[in-house]
């Protein structure tokens, strides 16, 4: 059974940073891209950065670039996303997810941690 698990939200002032991580358990991803996605208040989920295993590239979407950070950590199958220099746009839901590929859909989802930026 394939479970991952977000922590790392909560309330931060404009301008603060949070780090977020995602625990993989049940099956490891190292040869798969991870990545993180966010979806706001009466918004559509949008995909915010995504990591591959074995090269480790990383892509952002355009409105973190340079403020965000993704990562990760094969020996904990674990993956993060600093997030700094936060804006109130960003206060969303953000969730975990990986794939057993390099590409295509995302086979396993998190539940979300809440991130709330206030101004």
């Known amino acids: 059974q394939v479970q991952m698990l977000e922590s790392g939200g909560g309330l931060v002032q404009a301008g603060g940073s949070l780090r977020l991580s995602c625990a993989a358990s049940?099956?490891?991803?190292?040869?798969?891209?991870m990545a993180w996605f966010r979806q706001a208040p009466g918004k559509e989920r949008e995909f915010v950065a995504h990591?591959?295993?074995?090269?480790?590239?990383?892509y952002y979407v355009d409105s973190v670039k340079g403020r965000f950070t993704i990562s990760r950590d094969n020996a904990k199958n674990t993956v993060y996303l600093q997030m700094n220099n936060l804006k109130p746009e960003d206060t969303a839901v953000y969730s975990c997810a990986a794939r057993t590929g390099s590409n295509g859909k995302y086979d396993y989802w998190g539940q979300g941690t809440q991130v709330t930026v206030s101004s």
């Open positions: 990591i591959t295993g074995i090269v480790g590239i990383t």
């Open positions: 049940g099956r490891t991803f190292t040869s798969g891209s």
